[in-house]
């Protein structure tokens, strides 16, 4: 509960000056600290009481970053943790047991007879779809609260090599392409344009790989590409208590039955068969990422961050970005997203003022001009729909921007272990030859085990 300090002014005597807040502190892993100095030197001009904000970088991992929560954890236990910091937007229901929502400035502010900061509507009004889904959370109590606010958007699409492209005569991928082909004719396939920029030996060695996907370990970003799978399938992974769906099976359009986990997880592990036409892919070949800038890859599902790394370490690569793949060519697309955002923690409601603050500046540095000025220098795309058409325009980041409206997620409790057994679910169809029926059926005991987990937890109960 945020301590009460505010000064309201109903007596008749004159308003006190706004109270001084000493410093904020912000905690984050990708960013370095200038990125953020124009924001923080503005901001202090315009709110003469704060003295003084400081923001420190973490190392992080692209997938896990567990120590720095543990340093978010430790340090807010101790007292001296970040009043701000930077969080994954699978997150919250893990985590939001540290925040403090913007709900409840909102009601201080309200009962100050001051203007809300930024209410639900303008919220949903203001960001990408997703960010309403990831990081507004439904309480106990059935209200939906905000816990943080998104500092980007990214989501899966198909980096290809253009000069391999050429080679197979490939056109590159049109708009409304599909994984598989969905007529007699063919058409432009994922499965289709894999198999035919792969290049086998007599001796059965992959010689060049169409495409990244088919293993767990040498497959960046395998867990995601697996899970958008299941969720273009009609699975949404899991439901309200984070116990896992996707095993059970559901309509499919011509009045059979399936298991949307099995058929993604036999889709995707079809890539690495020896004894199927669309092998391109197997345990011994090089991390995905190094093949790609090796040029020796002809296609890469990843997200945009990917960019800037390819301009460094392969600059004269010819490069091009196709929308991820969707089952159906003229269905409703649906992509995945993965971004970083900010939350306030608990610690800042040490005084009415500092949590509003700490708020302020995230509206602040979430505004339309600071937005779009932060995705500029980090080279992403703003999660602001008012700014998802200017990024549209760009060569890079055009296609991420165009899917961003259509991006969603699923909530995990915990995204590295939801990774790694995903990951395992894929590597044990190859390495301990484990049917995916059986392989998908582990992962959702233990997907299931992980919220099951966490509703002890959030309950107050022992694990």
């Excluded at 540290?98 to 960001?127: C, H, P, W």
């Excluded at 993604?264 to 890539?271: G, K, M, R, V």
């Excluded at 196709?322 to 269905?331: E, G, K, W």
């Excluded at 679910?425 to 099951?452: C, F, H, L, M, W």
Aim: a negative charge; hydrophobic letters at 35%.
């Amino acid at each position: 509960m945020l301590a009460s300090t505010l000064v309201l002014s109903g007596c008749g005597c004159a308003p006190s000056a706004t109270p001084v807040v000493d410093n904020i502190t912000i905690w984050g892993t990708w960013d370095d600290t200038d990125i953020y100095q124009q924001f923080i030197s503005q901001y202090k001009r315009d709110h003469g009481n704060v003295k003084n904000i400081t923001y420190r970088k973490f190392p992080c991992n692209e997938t896990e970053c567990a120590d720095y929560m543990r340093e978010v954890v430790q340090g807010l236990a101790a007292g001296n943790g970040p009043d701000i910091f930077q969080i994954n937007n699978t997150w919250v229901p893990s985590q939001k047991d540290k925040m403090l929502s913007l709900d409840e400035v909102n009601d201080k502010l309200t009962t100050a007879g001051k203007e809300q900061i930024m209410n639900l509507r303008e919220y949903g009004e203001t960001f990408v779809p997703v960010a309403m889904k990831d990081l507004v959370s439904k309480d106990a109590d059935g209200v939906q609260r905000i816990y943080g606010v998104p500092l980007w958007i990214d989501d899966l699409a198909v980096y290809y090599n253009r000069d391999i492209f050429n080679m197979a005569g490939l056109a590159p991928p049109p708009k409304n392409w599909t994984w598989q082909s969905q007529t007699a004719q063919g058409g432009a396939n994922f499965e289709s344009y894999a198999s035919k920029m792969t290049s086998i030996d007599q001796y059965g060695n992959i010689k060049r790989a169409g495409a990244a996907i088919g293993y767990g370990k040498n497959v960046d970003r395998a867990p995601d590409i697996l899970s958008v799978l299941m969720m273009q399938m009609g699975s949404p992974i899991v439901d309200d208590s984070w116990q896992s769906v996707f095993t059970n099976r559901i309509a499919a359009a011509d009045g059979s039955y399936f298991s949307p986990g099995e058929a993604a997880l036999t889709f995707y592990t079809n890539f690495s068969n020896r004894s199927q036409v669309a092998y391109t892919w197997n345990k011994e070949m090089w991390n995905s990422v190094d093949l790609f800038y090796a040029g020796q890859l002809g296609m890469m599902i990843n997200y945009s961050h990917r960019i800037q790394t390819i301009q460094q370490k392969a600059p004269n690569l010819n490069v091009g970005i196709a929308p991820l793949p969707q089952i159906l060519p003229n269905s409703k697309p649906m992509n995945f997203a993965s971004y970083w955002g900010m939350a306030v923690s608990k610690q800042a409601a040490s005084s009415d003022q500092k949590a509003i603050e700490c708020w302020n500046f995230l509206k602040y540095i979430t505004d339309t001009d600071q937005s779009d000025a932060y995705a500029t220098q980090t080279h992403r795309v703003s999660p602001r729909i008012d700014l998802i058409d200017k990024y549209k325009q760009d060569p890079w980041l055009g296609v991420f921007a165009d899917q961003a409206l259509s991006a969603t997620s699923f909530p995990e409790v915990n995204n590295a272990r939801i990774s790694t057994i995903f990951q395992n679910a894929i590597d044990s169809v190859r390495d301990q030859g484990i049917t995916p029926n059986d392989a998908i059926t582990t992962a959702a005991q233990q997907v299931s085990q992980e919220g099951a987990d966490l509703s002890k937890k959030m309950k107050g109960l022992d694990y």
